[in-house]
């Protein structure tokens, strides 16, 4: 049996130019348009392509600043060595990789699947905390890939992946390697740890998604694991939906009133560098900090770490050899969020 892997990733346009970002921003906004209560599908079109049309000069300004993506690049090399690595364990697998919102979509990398003859497909998304716009919406448009395809493979989906402990120990030790070469103690009274996850709107954690409760468990766990009882958490949120709620608190919020006088920040939601670390925190966070006199680090994405790729090659490996499934988002998906659960279940209870 040939296995296909498909790594499932957000997207980000490789040019900063208008004629990319505006159709990528009304792809996001359509797929979230749930948010907008739009009266039909029209009118949510309508919505989309207004928002992204707004949104787009500023957006194609923040590229600007940060050069091209290396978002799908970085992506494109994961994909290669895992398909290396696997290899190497002898398990026979074809990797590609899909997009949710640039190319090559989904529906594109199912379909060269396809055609390569693969009789067993692995939905990875390559995100290390569960969202619903993100790991459950990207394997949502896998199956509806494959419905529009009409081909019918024997198909495992992973969906939660941050408890895994090789990855808590490789974002450890990121961020010690960092705090070594930057001669910084994290446990100096003058230093304050900051975890930056990527935000999300309320109405989505309202429906059941947990990753709130996934953020606050994967920052927990790093800071155990460094030794550090006093941290921050922030989120990056968009002001792209006025009338939508966003987690809190705000990462901006959080450095600008850190008592401390210096930051190491560390991103969690991410494992590529893309604008929303090069752009969101490199440049407009390092300003708040800047404003009130707070040195700022920030630590890289691990993105190229042998590890990381051992890591997939195992969570691909686990997921296709265990029976059972234990997932509360996506019901029959390999998760390792299942003690997590039961664990929340029993604290509330």
């Known amino acids: 049996m040939t296995t296909g892997i498909l790594l499932l990733n957000f997207g980000e346009p490789e040019r900063p130019e208008l004629d990319e970002v505006v159709p990528f921003l009304e792809a996001i906004f359509l797929a979230n348009m749930r948010l907008e209560h739009a009266a039909d599908a029209e009118a949510g079109r309508r919505r989309a392509r207004m928002l992204a049309e707004r949104r787009a000069p500023a957006l194609v300004a923040d590229y600007r600043r940060m050069g091209a993506s290396p978002l799908a690049e970085q992506t494109r090399a994961q994909a290669r060595a895992l398909d290396v690595a696997l290899r190497r364990r002898g398990f ?37 905390l569960c969202g619903a716009s993100t790991t459950i919406m990207a394997l949502e448009r896998l199956q509806d890939a494959l419905a529009a395809l009409d081909w019918h493979p024997d198909v495992t989906e992973i969906t939660g992946w941050h408890r895994h402990p090789d990855y808590s120990i490789l ?23 900051v975890f930056s996850a990527h935000g999300t709107p309320l109405k989505y954690l309202e429906e059941g998604n947990r990753y709130d409760l996934y953020v606050r468990d994967h920052c927990r766990e790093l800071a155990r694991r460094l030794g550090v009882e006093h941290y921050e958490l922030g989120y990056q949120n968009h002001d792209n939906r006025p009338d939508v709620e966003w987690t809190l608190p705000e990462i901006g919020e959080v450095v600008r009133h850190v008592e401390a006088e210096r930051v190491v920040v560390v991103p969690v939601s991410f494992m590529q560098e893309q604008s929303e670390t090069l752009v969101e925190l490199d440049l407009d966070l390092r300003e708040d900090a800047d404003s009130v006199g707070v040195s700022f680090h920030r630590v890289p994405i691990p993105y190229d770490d042998p590890q990381f790729v051992m890591l997939l090659a195992q969570l691909v490996q686990n997921a296709c050899a265990v029976e059972r499934r234990a997932c509360r988002c996506r019901p029959g998906a390999y998760c390792l969020n299942d003690r997590l659960e039961y664990e929340a279940s029993v604290s509330s209870s």
Do not use: H, K, N, W
């Open 92 to 128: 026979e697998a074809r990797v590609a990789v899909g997009m949710q919102f640039t190319g090559p979509s989904i529906v594109d990398a199912v379909r060269t699947l396809c055609r390569a003859g693969v009789d067993r497909l692995v939905g990875l998304p390559l995100y290390p």
């Open 171 to 193: 974002r450890t030790r990121a961020v010690r390697m960092y705090c070594e070469e930057a001669e910084i103690d994290l446990g100096g009274v003058d230093t304050r740890l």
